[in-house]
């Protein structure tokens, strides 16, 4: 089954529980009209992602990374380490941001295509192990 998610700056189309042939209709069909509408999302300030089963319109500047940046100047915030994980594509504006930082940990989770992520677990179950070295000063 696959659902529609309505997100403060856009709408995100989930479609991971469907079968796997299904799966491929839905994607062929969404990329087929998004790429006939691509001129007018980016006139008003869109744009759309395709991540892991899942593809979202959203506001050109409504990202993660813009967020922790906004975010942490308005609380006037001061850190003395950031983590970023993350999945899919969609991370990886947080992770630029993170990065900026001399004490910032960025992780991409699973097999990326590409990264700017500085480090790479195969899987979610290595944070228990990563947080605990960590906390142990290793």
Not at 74 to 96: C, K, M, P, Y
Request: one cysteine or more.
């Amino acid at each position: 089954h696959s659902f529609i998610e309505t997100k403060p700056f856009g709408v995100a189309i989930h479609y991971g529980n469907c079968e796997q042939n299904s799966i491929r209709a839905i994607e062929d069909v969404l990329a087929s009209y998004i790429a006939t509408q691509t001129d007018k999302l980016s006139d008003h300030g869109l744009i759309y992602f395709k991540g892991k089963n899942v593809l979202e319109m959203k506001c050109k500047e409504c990202n993660k990374g813009n967020y922790l940046s906004t975010f942490s100047a308005n609380a006037n915030l001061e850190f003395e380490s950031v983590f970023g994980f993350g999945d899919d594509e969609n991370d990886e504006n947080i992770f630029r941001e993170i990065n900026k930082s001399s004490t910032g940990y960025t992780f991409r989770i699973g097999t990326p295509l590409k990264t700017i992520a500085k480090f790479k677990l195969e899987r979610q179950s290595q944070l228990l192990e990563l947080f605990s070295n960590f906390l142990k000063g290793k």
